[in-house]
């Protein structure tokens, strides 16, 4: 997993609630054996809309999703969270999530935010007015810039997931740093043990 300090970037206003893990990536794309290719099944069913916001040239290139309420729930499928990252996405900005879309972001490296649904539709509107507008996801300082809006908001992070982001530590990274513990661990257990 690699560090994230700052994110900045343009954001994609998805104004839909209670999108569920299946509306993120359909159980269609879970067969594949390898954990790549997934960008082309973000919101699939959804994509064959015309005015389907991934389909608006405005928004090419963001980095940054910003969602309605209720984000990611359904299944614990980390495919999800595979989709949006290899689509282009390092963050997603929404009101709530549900638990374990939440964990499985902070496991791979996507920066969950939580903020107010009157400052998520305040981003919207800002998104919308002008498609470049600028957003700065702050993971030291636990705040969303949005200048062209006057928003600088603070977001909720356990300080060990925080951790997790500023060091680029995934499990084994968070394991491996006990590497010492674990040997003295192992090396005075009874012999009879080892």
Same mark, same amino acid.
């Given at each position: 997993?690699?560090?994230?300090?700052? @994110?900045?970037?343009?954001? $994609?206003?998805?104004? +839909?609630?209670?999108? &569920?893990?299946?509306?993120?990536?359909?159980?269609?794309?879970?067969?594949? %054996?390898?954990?790549?290719g997934?960008?082309?099944? *973000?919101?699939?069913?959804?994509?064959?809309?015309? &005015?389907? %916001?991934?389909? &608006?040239?405005?928004?090419?290139?963001?980095?940054?999703? !910003?969602? /309605?309420?209720?984000? /990611?729930?359904?299944?614990?499928?980390?495919? #999800? $969270?595979?989709? @949006?990252?290899?689509?282009?996405?390092?963050?997603? @900005?929404?009101?709530?999530?549900?638990? =374990?879309?939440?964990?499985?972001?902070?496991?791979?490296? *996507?920066?969950? !935010?939580?903020?107010?649904?009157?400052? $998520?539709?305040?981003?919207?509107?800002? =998104?919308?007015?002008?498609?470049?507008?600028?957003?700065?996801?702050d %993971?030291? +300082?636990?705040? !969303?810039?949005?200048? #062209?809006?006057? =928003?600088?908001?603070?977001?909720?992070?356990p300080?060990d997931?925080?951790? +997790?982001?500023?060091? /680029?530590?995934? &499990? =084994?990274? @968070?394991? *491996? /740093?006990?590497?010492?513990?674990?040997?003295?661990?192992?090396?005075? +257990?009874? #012999?009879?043990?080892?």
């Open positions: 997993m690699k560090e994230v300090h700052v @994110i900045t970037g343009t954001g $994609v206003p998805l104004k +839909r609630s209670d999108v &569920d893990t299946d509306q993120i990536i359909p159980a269609v794309w879970l067969k594949q %054996v390898e954990r790549t997934f960008e082309k099944g *973000l919101f699939s069913a959804w994509r064959d809309e015309q &005015d389907f %916001v991934l389909n &608006d040239e405005r928004y090419a290139g963001a980095n940054i999703l !910003v969602a /309605g309420p209720a984000f /990611g729930v359904g299944s614990s499928r980390e495919h #999800a $969270v595979w989709a @949006i990252q290899q689509y282009g996405f390092d963050a997603v @900005i929404a009101p709530s999530y549900s638990d =374990i879309f939440f964990n499985n972001c902070t496991k791979n490296g *996507l920066v969950p !935010v939580t903020l107010p649904e009157t400052t $998520v539709e305040a981003i919207w509107a800002a =998104i919308e007015a002008d498609p470049q507008t600028s957003i700065v996801v %993971v030291e +300082r636990l705040a !969303v810039e949005v200048p #062209a809006a006057g =928003i600088d908001a603070g977001f909720p992070m300080s997931v925080q951790h +997790r982001f500023l060091n /680029g530590l995934d &499990d =084994i990274g @968070i394991t *491996l /740093g006990k590497a010492a513990a674990i040997d003295s661990y192992e090396a005075n +257990r009874p #012999a009879y043990l080892r």
